[in-house]
């Protein structure tokens, strides 16, 4: 009786012993294999009315689409038969060196998707020595997450009020954040449609619709939204302005974020006059907007359509890329709105961008399991870079450029 060979010695490869990646996670994590499948598991845990929130985007959802598909009209052309052993994933931004080429996106009410939403996001973030943006609509105080997290930066929505904003940038100083975001594609509230299809309204009512969701979703009614009120007391809009903002039930809450129609560039010439650290504009596509930024003195910008939340139709940032690398200068160009893979980060730092911010996919991790969901969902994405980095043939992000993407079919504003 012949004896067979092991698969390896009869010619045919053998397949290693892969462990799971996900063995030992929280049980929610446990199907978590990419950040796509964050947003499904959200979807099971979330009240539709929050959940619409934060997955939802401006009227057609134009932007929202087009948002993912650019990165299918770029392609790689990697190189082969390079050692890369010792890649890394380090660079730096604005001055900063980060572990990663990514951060967190600034994004309202993360404390009521999950529990002490912006705290776990912030530190998480921290950890992994990326930064994470606190957003102006948070319902924790930017100096407790500063504590936190000393890395975070603040992102605020301005009016044209001059004294308001003078205290407000004093505020953000006073809690040790180095960086300060102005966020310049909000002016003016977009269409509420999709949010009053899925029932959220602002203020947050609480009705028989509201107590319904909370019985069909006690996980998160238990949780999150009970759990907060019971140790923490009625959330408000913490960082909106100078002072405390409105609680999140009062009508209050809806004029504290109106009347920012009078948000112009003199109000940027106003911060950077008194603001000693680094100054981001965020949500510019246009070139001209992002050469004004650099004459004015910005440190950096934020290419963004508000992840497709604000003007439905505007381009995706990555189409805007181009163009505004011509006119930036030693300014730093960054971009976000639509970011899901490692792929879709090294295209756009190919390109020429410095670093990508991520929204919706920490938001639900950390819904899902606080600061662990936060972890494994950075831990994802470094995993993914590293491997794509090395499949590339590189062995650093200063290699990614031009020479390792395919661009025949990639439709962009053209640089003049």
């Avoid at 996001?121 to 930064?131: K, N, V």
């Avoid at 209050?252 to 000693?276: C, T």
Wanted: with cysteine; glycine share 10%; net charge positive.
């Amino acid at each position: 009786m012949s004896q067979s060979l092991p698969a390896s010695e009869a010619g045919v490869p053998s397949v290693p012993r892969i462990t799971p990646v996900n063995q030992g996670k929280p049980r929610r994590l446990r199907r978590i294999f990419a950040l796509e499948d964050l947003e499904p598991a959200a979807r099971r845990l979330l009240p539709r009315p929050i959940f619409g929130y934060v997955a939802g985007a401006a009227e057609t959802n134009t932007s929202l689409t087009d948002n993912r598909r650019v990165f299918e009209e770029i392609q790689f052309l990697p190189r082969m038969l390079v050692n890369v052993s010792g890649r890394t994933l380090d660079c730096e931004v604005m001055g900063q060196r980060y572990a990663m080429p990514f951060g967190i996106a600034p994004m309202g009410v993360s404390a009521l998707t999950g529990y002490r939403g912006d705290l776990a996001l912030a530190a998480s973030a921290h950890r992994a020595g990326i930064p994470m943006v606190i957003s102006a609509a948070s319902l924790i105080p930017l100096e407790e997450i500063a504590r936190v997290a000393p890395t975070v930066w603040y992102q605020a929505y301005l009016s044209g009020d001059r004294e308001e904003t003078s205290t407000l940038v004093e505020r953000v100083a006073k809690a040790g954040i180095e960086t300060f975001v102005i966020t310049a594609d909000s002016a003016v509230v977009p269409s509420r449609e999709n949010n009053l299809r899925n029932g959220y309204r602002t203020p947050i009512r609480p009705d028989l619709p509201l107590l319904w969701n909370g019985l069909t979703h006690p996980a998160w009614s238990l949780g999150t939204f009970l759990r907060t009120f019971l140790r923490h007391g009625t959330p408000h809009f913490e960082n909106a302005g100078p002072g405390r903002g409105a609680p999140l039930l009062s009508r209050q809450a809806v004029r504290d974020f109106a009347g920012r129609e009078f948000l112009d560039w003199d109000i940027v010439r106003l911060v950077r006059s008194q603001w000693g650290g680094r100054l981001v504009i965020k949500g510019l596509l246009h070139p001209r907007d992002v050469a004004i930024a650099r004459e004015l003195g910005a440190d950096g910008v934020v290419l963004s359509n508000h992840g497709g939340r604000q003007l439905d139709g505007a381009l995706s940032p990555m189409r805007a890329l181009p163009a505004a690398l011509q006119v930036a200068g030693d300014m730093a160009v960054m971009i976000d709105s639509g970011f899901r893979r490692g792929t879709d980060v090294l295209k756009a730092l190919g390109l020429g961008a410095r670093f990508v911010f991520i929204g919706r996919p920490f938001n639900y991790a950390a819904a899902l399991a606080g600061e662990a969901g936060v972890d494994h969902a950075i831990d994802l994405l470094r995993a993914q870079l590293r491997a794509d980095l090395g499949m590339l043939g590189l062995r650093n992000l200063q290699e990614m450029d031009q020479e390792v993407l395919f661009l025949d079919n990639f439709k962009f504003v053209k640089p003049q």
